[in-house]
């Protein structure tokens, strides 16, 4: 496996916690999880589900991740997991509601709040992964986390450009 007692581990589109949870039993008490989760009712649920779990190496932050810091809009849909923000290449036909986020890169909030490195990064964005490893690059350059990134796309071809263009980004901080 990837996670090892001592690792950070950033999980990156938290959702409600599921991989917060797994992670931070992985990595023990001397590692740690930083989740960060622009859902509110999202980081409500990680620090429930964190408490309720006796677990006390997870962190939340309440923010998109983007490949810059700026505000954003989200888009919330009926389902759980799939809110994305406005600039997303997947952006649902209607979303359900809109809500106005806080979008960091995790250069930027790595050194203003002193957070320890990565040693492994899970993406799950809903189409944002790209702006998400931009926004670390100095991150990847410096660190070399594992990154595990999810991309979903209904169209193949689309699904393939997507993942071409991120591997090559990746490539380009080697």
């Known amino acids: 496996t990837y996670l090892h007692s001592g690792d950070v581990v950033y999980d990156v589109g938290a959702n409600f916690g599921f991989f917060s949870l797994i992670a931070a039993k992985r990595v023990g008490p001397a590692g740690c999880v930083y989740?960060?989760?622009?859902?509110?009712?999202?980081?409500?649920?990680?620090?429930?589900?964190?408490g309720l779990?006796?677990?006390?190496?997870?962190?939340t932050f309440e923010v998109a991740v983007g490949s810059k810091?700026?505000?954003?809009?989200?888009?919330?849909?009926?389902w759980d997991g799939g809110a994305t923000l406005s600039t997303s290449a997947n952006t649902p036909a209607v979303p359900l509601s809109r809500r106005k986020v806080c979008v960091v890169a995790l250069d930027d909030i790595i050194k203003e709040k002193n957070l320890s490195p990565p040693s492994f990064v899970k993406i799950d964005v809903e189409g944002s992964?790209?702006?998400?490893?931009?926004?670390?690059?100095?991150?990847?350059?410096?660190s070399r986390p594992v990154l595990l990134y999810e991309i979903d796309d209904q169209d193949?071809?689309?699904?393939?450009?997507?993942?071409?263009?991120?591997?090559?980004?990746?490539?380009?901080?080697k």
């Open 35 to 50: 989740a960060f989760e622009p859902v509110s009712e999202n980081v409500l649920s990680i620090n429930t589900n964190s």
């Open 53 to 59: 779990n006796l677990i006390t190496n997870i962190r």
């Open 69 to 78: 810091t700026r505000k954003g809009e989200m888009l919330l849909t009926e």
């Open 129 to 142: 992964e790209l702006d998400v490893i931009q926004g670390m690059s100095k991150t990847i350059t410096n």
């Open 156 to 173: 193949k071809d689309s699904f393939d450009r997507r993942w071409q263009n991120i591997d090559r980004c990746i490539m380009d901080f």
